[in-house]
Every structure is written in C-alpha cells, then in structure tokens.
C-alpha cells in the first residue's frame, strides 16, 4: 500500500477519502465504474461481496478502511488517529483526576 492506502496502484496519490465522494471518485479513478442501482461485485482485493454499486462505498469505508477509532477512555470516537492520539492524551488525565476524587 502507497501513502495514500490505495490498494489498486501502490504510487496512486489519490486520498482514500473519508466520504462516499471520495470513495467513489477514487473508485472512477481506477476505472472501477456501475451504476449505482446495479450489482457488482466489491472491487477491493480479497474481496468478492456483491452487492449494489450504490453500497460499496459504505462498505468500503466501514469494511475495509475502518476510519473510525475509538476512544478507549471515553468511547467518542475520531476519524483520524492522530485526532485520537491527541484527545486520548487530554481524556487520560481527565479520568485519572476524576478516579483519584472519589
Ligand atoms: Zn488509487
Ligand atoms: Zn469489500
Ligand atoms: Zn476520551
């Protein structure tokens, strides 16, 4: 995988979006194009779900990208891990503090 986490073309630059836009414009990138009210098949690698085009965007960011990290203090969770890093490092001290109150 390239910087960019694309998995058809390790020097694609193309952000794997955190929206169905992007994912879909990336997707059209790679010549992977349906209409959306059709079946097809996800085109990630190791993955053969079929489903509606119209899906596979959502399927591809919950299954295959998973942008959603967790908080392990407080459960909100974050799109970005360094969003996450930096909230956990704040959200630590606030349930210490709050531990050693009682
Ligand atoms: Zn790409
Ligand atoms: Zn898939
Ligand atoms: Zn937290």
Known sequence: MGTSGCPWESACTLPLGD???????????????????????C??????REMRWGNVARHILERH???RVQCVFCGHTYSRNEA???????????????YRQR
């Open 84 to 98: 996450l890093q930096t909230h956990m490092n704040v959200c630590m001290e606030v349930s210490h503090l709050a």
């Open 19 to 41: 929206t169905t836009g992007l994912v879909y414009a990336h997707l059209r990138a790679h010549n992977f194009i349906h209409n959306h009210s059709a079946r097809a098949g």
């Open 43 to 48: 085109p990630w690698p190791l993955c053969s």
């Open 65 to 67: 990208l998973r942008m």
